[in-house]
């Protein structure tokens, strides 16, 4: 038995190597964009623009539709005072992508899209796991939503999102356990197959961050600062597309239905907590974006047809994952030796096998389904 389910994708199209006249305009589209925005906010409600033409005093010429779509952007954000930046965005009426094929049997892509003096095509980068989506939307299997045209470094982008048909096939359900830390970032489990995510490389490159950090704010140098977060930010997003996509692929190659993940709502490590764990994450557990990790996962999963369940993390780390008995301490170092039955397994998969048996139950919020319901809709970055 199968069930059809809709999940809203956001790709992220590389413009490949636009011209720096098209370069420029898309800058003066996006400036005069946020300046339109942010016009619009000093407006009292009832004198706001309702349409483009009303739009135009409040702004340098900008393309009706770029218009038309800012002014449904900023009522989107009912609490926004200010946008430091505003991208030109496009519905699904004036944006197309199309592709053309080569006479070696290649394909090339490029999106066409209104700009301040007239529609251009422009070739776009695809990478081959957005190939599938840019298929499905040709054919008529994806629907296209709202395009985005934003910078992001030196390079121009285009976030597209897609409205994806998922079949869940209803079947015996096999779980795989994900167990989150420091020292191992993420480890999944299923059936005595384990993947191990190290956070040695994270430790130390959010320490690193951390001193430039403190030396930055000992010089006042506050937009190197702001730099600074963004960029940290960014790599941390990378990381966690990263092991969330190897995570799914995982579970897909064991055909696992089901994933369990901590429910790690509130969590905060002690003063009790080992010095060298401290040490060797860097950082502490709060400052980790496991919330955004959990997403990513939940997303993935949900493209796969794969449930993704939250558990009581509560003994996870404490009892045997063979016999159930539970330790009254934590184990010294990275090794769970059962006082009972004598198995012996790394600390974090043995938690990881006691996610996926739910030892403690589900979390109070029972479900974070990602098999979402018909109709539902949930905007993503895929990656």
């Keep these: 038995m199968e069930e059809n389910t809709e ?21 003066t589209m996006a400036d005069r964009t946020t300046d339109f925005a942010n016009r619009y906010l000093g407006v009292e409600k009832p004198m706001r623009p309702k349409s483009s033409a009303d739009a135009k005093l409040y702004t340098e010429p900008l393309p009706a539709i770029v218009l038309n779509q800012a002014i449904r952007d900023i009522e989107a954000k009912k609490n926004a005072k200010s946008f430091k930046r505003l991208w030109p965005d496009f519905n699904n009426q004036n944006f197309r992508v199309e592709k053309e094929t080569l006479q070696d049997g290649g394909a ?4 066409s899209f209104p700009t301040l003096e007239k529609r251009v095509g422009v070739p776009i980068q695809v990478e081959k796991y957005q190939i599938k989506y840019l298929e499905l939307l040709l054919s008529g299997q994806a629907k296209q939503g709202t395009a985005q045209l934003i910078k992001c470094g030196r390079q121009w982008y285009i976030h597209l999102a897609l409205t994806v048909s998922v079949k869940a096939e209803k079947k015996p359900p096999k779980y795989m356990g994900v167990d989150l830390g420091l020292i191992d970032l993420a480890v999944a489990s299923i059936l005595g197959s384990t993947l191990f995510f ?4 994270l430790a130390y490159v959010r320490r ?3 001193e430039l950090r403190k030396k930055l704010q000992k010089k006042g140098a ?3 600062l702001r730099k600074l977060g963004n960029k940290e930010h960014r790599w941390i997003m990378a990381i966690n597309h990263t092991i969330s996509r190897r995570i799914i692929e995982f579970a897909k190659a064991h055909g696992v239905s089901v994933i369990r993940l901590e429910d790690l709502r509130g969590a905060r490590w002690t003063k009790s907590q080992r010095k060298k764990q401290r040490k060797d994450a860097g950082r502490s557990l709060h400052s980790w974006a496991f919330f955004q990790l959990r997403q990513f996962i939940e997303y993935k999963a949900a493209l796969a047809g794969i449930e993704v369940e939250l558990v009581n993390p509560e003994l996870t780390s404490l009892t045997c994952s063979r016999c159930g008995e539970v330790r009254t301490s934590r184990p010294a170092g990275r090794w769970y030796t059962c ?11 043995n938690a990881a096998d006691n996610i996926a048996q739910a030892i403690s139950g589900l979390s ?19 990656a």
């Design 7 to 27: 999940q809203v994708v956001t790709i992220k199209l590389k413009l490949f190597e636009p011209t720096k006249t098209k370069q420029d305009m898309y800058q």
């Design 198 to 201: 190290s956070g040695a490389e």
């Design 339 to 349: 006082p009972r039955c004598g198995k012996v397994k790394h600390i974090d998969a």
């Design 208 to 210: 690193h961050y951390a």
């Design 222 to 224: 506050h937009k190197a």
């Design 108 to 111: 090339a892509w490029k999106v």
């Design 364 to 382: 109070e919020e029972k479900r974070a389904k990602t098999i979402l319901k018909p109709k539902t809709r949930r905007r993503t970055t895929a």
